[in-house]
Nanobody, 119 residues
Framework: QVQLVESGGGLVQAGGSLRLSCAAS????????MAWFRQAPGKERLFVAS????????YYAASAKGRFTISRDNAVNTVHLQMNNLISEDTAVYYC????????????WGQGTQVTVSS
Protein backbone atom coordinates (compact mmCIF):
# COMPACT_ATOMS: atom_id res chain seq x y z
CA GLN A 1 0.00 0.00 0.00
CA VAL A 2 1.44 3.33 -1.07
CA GLN A 3 1.76 5.96 1.62
CA LEU A 4 3.06 9.51 1.52
CA VAL A 5 3.76 11.09 4.89
CA GLU A 6 4.58 14.76 5.17
CA SER A 7 6.44 16.37 8.04
CA GLY A 8 8.14 19.64 8.91
CA GLY A 9 5.24 22.05 8.93
CA GLY A 10 4.72 24.57 11.69
CA LEU A 11 4.48 28.20 12.67
CA VAL A 12 7.17 30.58 11.48
CA GLN A 13 7.57 34.33 11.29
CA ALA A 14 7.60 36.12 7.98
CA GLY A 15 11.08 36.00 6.49
CA GLY A 16 11.82 32.68 8.14
CA SER A 17 12.40 29.23 6.70
CA LEU A 18 10.91 25.76 6.93
CA ARG A 19 11.89 22.45 5.41
CA LEU A 20 9.12 20.02 4.55
CA SER A 21 9.76 16.35 3.97
CA CYS A 22 7.68 13.67 2.29
CA ALA A 23 8.49 10.04 2.94
CA ALA A 24 7.04 7.61 0.44
CA SER A 25 6.56 3.92 1.06
CA UNK A 26 4.86 0.94 -0.50
CA UNK A 27 6.81 0.91 -3.73
CA UNK A 28 9.87 2.39 -5.39
CA UNK A 29 9.41 5.93 -6.66
CA UNK A 30 12.66 6.29 -8.53
CA UNK A 31 10.83 6.52 -11.86
CA UNK A 32 8.03 8.75 -10.62
CA UNK A 33 7.44 12.43 -10.30
CA MET A 34 6.86 13.84 -6.87
CA ALA A 35 5.37 17.19 -6.11
CA TRP A 36 4.20 19.65 -3.49
CA PHE A 37 0.85 21.36 -3.65
CA ARG A 38 -0.73 23.74 -1.18
CA GLN A 39 -4.22 24.77 -0.24
CA ALA A 40 -5.05 27.92 1.66
CA PRO A 41 -8.38 28.20 3.54
CA GLY A 42 -11.25 28.68 1.13
CA LYS A 43 -9.03 28.35 -1.92
CA GLU A 44 -8.24 25.64 -4.43
CA ARG A 45 -5.24 23.36 -4.19
CA LEU A 46 -2.35 24.78 -6.18
CA PHE A 47 0.87 23.35 -7.58
CA VAL A 48 4.04 24.53 -5.82
CA ALA A 49 6.94 22.45 -7.12
CA SER A 50 7.79 19.03 -8.49
CA UNK A 51 10.75 16.87 -9.29
CA UNK A 52 11.40 14.00 -11.65
CA UNK A 53 12.87 11.39 -9.32
CA UNK A 54 14.86 9.81 -12.11
CA UNK A 55 16.37 12.82 -13.88
CA UNK A 56 16.22 15.31 -11.04
CA UNK A 57 14.55 17.91 -13.27
CA UNK A 58 12.58 20.38 -11.20
CA TYR A 59 9.55 22.57 -11.87
CA TYR A 60 8.23 25.50 -9.87
CA ALA A 61 5.20 27.69 -9.69
CA ALA A 62 5.95 31.36 -10.15
CA SER A 63 5.16 31.98 -6.49
CA ALA A 64 7.82 29.49 -5.41
CA LYS A 65 10.60 30.26 -7.85
CA GLY A 66 13.62 31.78 -6.17
CA ARG A 67 12.40 31.07 -2.64
CA PHE A 68 11.61 27.34 -2.57
CA THR A 69 13.83 24.43 -3.52
CA ILE A 70 12.63 20.89 -4.09
CA SER A 71 15.11 18.03 -3.74
CA ARG A 72 15.08 14.26 -3.61
CA ASP A 73 16.76 11.39 -1.86
CA ASN A 74 16.03 8.28 -3.87
CA ALA A 75 17.80 6.05 -1.38
CA VAL A 76 15.03 6.64 1.13
CA ASN A 77 12.15 7.58 -1.21
CA THR A 78 12.00 11.07 0.25
CA VAL A 79 11.38 14.50 -1.20
CA HIS A 80 12.10 17.78 0.56
CA LEU A 81 10.84 21.29 0.07
CA GLN A 82 13.10 23.99 1.46
CA MET A 83 11.11 27.19 1.87
CA ASN A 84 12.94 30.45 2.50
CA ASN A 85 11.81 34.05 2.88
CA LEU A 86 8.34 32.92 3.82
CA ILE A 87 5.48 35.39 3.56
CA SER A 88 1.97 35.31 4.99
CA GLU A 89 0.59 34.27 1.61
CA ASP A 90 2.50 30.99 1.96
CA THR A 91 0.19 29.98 4.80
CA ALA A 92 -1.56 26.79 3.70
CA VAL A 93 -1.77 23.07 4.10
CA TYR A 94 1.03 21.56 2.04
CA TYR A 95 0.44 18.23 0.35
CA CYS A 96 2.90 15.79 -1.12
CA UNK A 97 1.88 13.94 -4.28
CA UNK A 98 3.37 11.26 -6.51
CA UNK A 99 2.64 10.19 -10.05
CA UNK A 100 4.18 8.82 -13.20
CA UNK A 101 4.81 12.35 -14.45
CA UNK A 102 6.33 15.27 -12.61
CA UNK A 103 3.76 17.62 -14.12
CA UNK A 104 0.36 15.91 -14.08
CA UNK A 105 -1.74 12.91 -13.12
CA UNK A 106 -0.67 12.54 -9.54
CA UNK A 107 -2.11 9.28 -8.26
CA UNK A 108 -1.02 9.35 -4.65
CA TRP A 109 -1.45 12.05 -2.03
CA GLY A 110 -0.38 12.60 1.53
CA GLN A 111 -2.54 13.93 4.35
CA GLY A 112 -0.91 17.33 4.39
CA THR A 113 1.08 19.41 6.83
CA GLN A 114 0.10 22.88 8.04
CA VAL A 115 2.42 25.82 7.40
CA THR A 116 1.51 29.08 9.09
CA VAL A 117 3.48 32.24 8.48
CA SER A 118 2.86 35.06 10.92
CA SER A 119 3.44 38.63 9.85
Amino acid sequence: QVQLVESGGGLVQAGGSLRLSCAASGQTFSNYGMAWFRQAPGKERLFVASINMSSGNTYYAASAKGRFTISRDNAVNTVHLQMNNLISEDTAVYYCAAGKSALRDFDYWGQGTQVTVSS
